[in-house]
């Protein structure tokens, strides 16, 4: 109840149905832009843009789908996503994060301790997602801020994603730079420029494009 009355109060879980952020992502010393939008519950849309080319990836509840725009075509390259790759796009999608998920329903809530994380006092939510994975989130005790997302996977190796900067969005604290990290190696970070939520997007926008129906 803590967590919820600081990360998402009553009046803004209700309220909000629509996020939209930018930013950039540097990865592999590359700089890319994008853009990501989402509407409730289970709509997104993200474009990140890679020199002149344009890649787009929209989900629409079960069904993922990829659009590729580059100089040398004339048209536009429409795929639909399938299988592991499209699982992750749909984990994606998902509005609010994994505590608050988990305390509407999607997902549950296993475990809290008191745990050490990078040398700072920090609460330890153990919980499974809607997907049976399974998450440590480390929170810290006086913001109730999440400080990082851990996730095992199946053969072993960390993936971890540390959040910082957070910043009020009409109510909803955002984090403004993000780090993902595998087996203690940085392998991205994420920097939004501009963020805000109920800014009007319409359904159509994440409807699957015509040349896939």
């Known amino acids: 109840e803590a967590y919820l009355s600081v990360n998402c109060k009553p009046d803004l879980l209700r309220r909000t149905q629509t996020l939209r952020v930018a930013g950039t992502i540097e990865r592999d010393g590359l700089s890319e832009t994008f853009t990501l939008i989402k509407k409730r519950p289970d709509k997104m849309r993200f474009l990140i843009k890679q020199g002149l080319?344009?890649?787009?990836?929209?989900?629409?509840?079960?069904?993922?789908?990829?659009?590729?725009?580059t100089p040398q075509q004339q048209e536009v390259n429409y795929v639909l996503i399938e299988g592991d790759e499209a699982l992750q796009w749909i984990k994606q999608s998902r509005f609010f994060d994994l505590i608050i998920s988990a305390s509407q329903g999607k997902g549950q809530i296993l475990?809290?301790?008191?745990?050490?994380?990078?040398?700072?006092?920090?609460?330890k939510v153990r919980l499974i997602d809607a997907y049976g994975d399974t998450y440590f989130?480390?929170?810290?005790?006086?913001?109730?801020?999440?400080?990082?997302?851990?996730?095992?996977?199946?053969?072993?190796?960390?993936?971890?994603?540390?959040?910082?900067?957070?910043?009020?969005?009409?109510?909803?604290?955002?984090?403004?730079?993000i780090s993902i990290m595998h087996d203690n190696n940085a392998v991205s970070k994420i920097k939004i420029?501009?963020?805000?939520?109920?800014?009007?997007?319409?359904?159509?926008?994440?409807?699957?494009?015509?040349?896939?129906r």
């Open 137 to 177: 989130i480390f929170v810290d005790p006086q913001t109730l801020y999440p400080l990082a997302e851990r996730r095992i996977r199946t053969n072993g190796k960390i993936t971890e994603t540390i959040f910082n900067d957070y910043r009020d969005v009409d109510g909803l604290p955002t984090p403004f730079q």
């Open 53 to 69: 080319n344009e890649i787009t990836f929209g989900a629409n509840a079960e069904i993922v789908w990829r659009c590729v725009r």
């Open 111 to 123: 475990e809290i301790e008191s745990e050490q994380w990078a040398d700072n006092d920090s609460l």
């Open 193 to 212: 420029n501009s963020a805000a939520i109920n800014s009007g997007l319409l359904s159509e926008l994440f409807e699957l494009p015509f040349a896939l």
